[in-house]
């Protein structure tokens, strides 16, 4: 099955950037939509951002403006540019990839912490 691998995580001030990194393997069918989903202690887990094969990306309103997701389909990896991080960015970040036989992947998720 599909293996989903985050790294970027960490620890950052308000006003700050990160960028999140998913890299995928042990593909059999083609990824379709890749995605970041996050979920912050206490509330369930909400989309960030999503793009299609053909670039074509959604944001949740909380992050537009301020964050931005793309991918490199030769190599199966989606990033997501984060910037003027808000404590309300504290959450988990799970990178999500649907196959075209209709199944969901998810990561194990990378913790990313905004300190005011």
């Known amino acids: 099955q599909v293996q989903l691998v985050e790294s970027g995580g960490g620890l950052v001030q308000a006003g700050g950037s990160l960028t999140l990194s998913c890299a995928a393997s042990?593909?059999?069918?083609?990824?379709?939509?890749m995605g970041w989903y996050r979920q912050a202690p206490g509330k369930q887990r909400e989309l960030a951002a999503t793009?299609?094969?053909?670039?074509?990306?959604n944001y949740a309103d909380s992050v537009k403006g301020r964050f931005t997701i793309s991918r490199d389909n030769a190599k199966n990896t989606v990033n997501l540019q984060m910037n003027s991080l808000e404590p309300e960015d504290t959450a988990v970040y799970y990178c999500?990839?649907?196959?075209?036989?209709?199944?969901?992947?998810w990561g194990e998720g990378t913790l990313v912490t905004v300190s005011s």
């Open positions: 999500r990839a649907r196959t075209s036989n209709g199944l969901n992947y």
């Open positions: 042990r593909i059999k069918f083609s990824i379709n939509t």
């Open positions: 793009i299609t094969t053909g670039g074509i990306t």
